[in-house]
Nanobody, 128 residues
Framework: QVQLVESGGGLVQAGGSLRLSCVVSGGTFSTYVMGWFRQAPGKEREFVSVISTGSARTYYSDSVKGRFTISRDNAKNTVYLQMNSLKPEDTAVYSC?????????????????????WGQGTQVTVSS
């Protein structure tokens, strides 16, 4: 059973930074494409970022590009999301997800159905 556990969320002022972590257990982390999604109150879950198995490919949504950085440490079974220059509109529950099949491209792994396992999420609140 593959399990994903996020941490690192919290309350931060606009312009601040947070680093989210997602630890994966019960599977072969190095073979998983890893993604981050977020869901704001009253809105649908949306894609934030994705990273390929070997970290060679990373992609971001337009709303976070240039401010967020995704990375992974296959030795620690962990994927990270460094979030800088946070804005109130970044407030959401952030969830990590793992997928097994396919190659990461600019258009793939941006939808929920391309991932097999999900974490419970961590709340990020950005105050103005």
């Amino acid at each position: 059973q593959v399990q994903l556990v996020e941490s690192g969320g919290g309350l931060v002022q606009a312009g601040g930074s947070l680093r989210l972590s997602c630890v994966v257990s019960g599977g072969t982390f190095s073979t998983y494409v890893m993604g981050w999604f977020r869901q704001a109150p009253g809105k649908e879950r949306e894609f934030v970022s994705v990273i390929s198995t070997g970290s060679a490919r990373t992609y971001y949504s337009d709303s976070v590009k240039g401010r967020f950085t995704i990375s992974r440490d296959n030795a620690k079974n962990t994927v990270y999301l460094q979030m800088n220059s946070l804005k109130p509109e970044d407030t959401a529950v952030y969830s990590c997800a793992a997928g097994r099949y396919g190659i990461v491209t600019a258009t793939r792994f941006r939808t929920m159905n391309e991932y097999e396992w999900w974490g419970q999420g961590t709340q990020v609140t950005v105050s103005s």
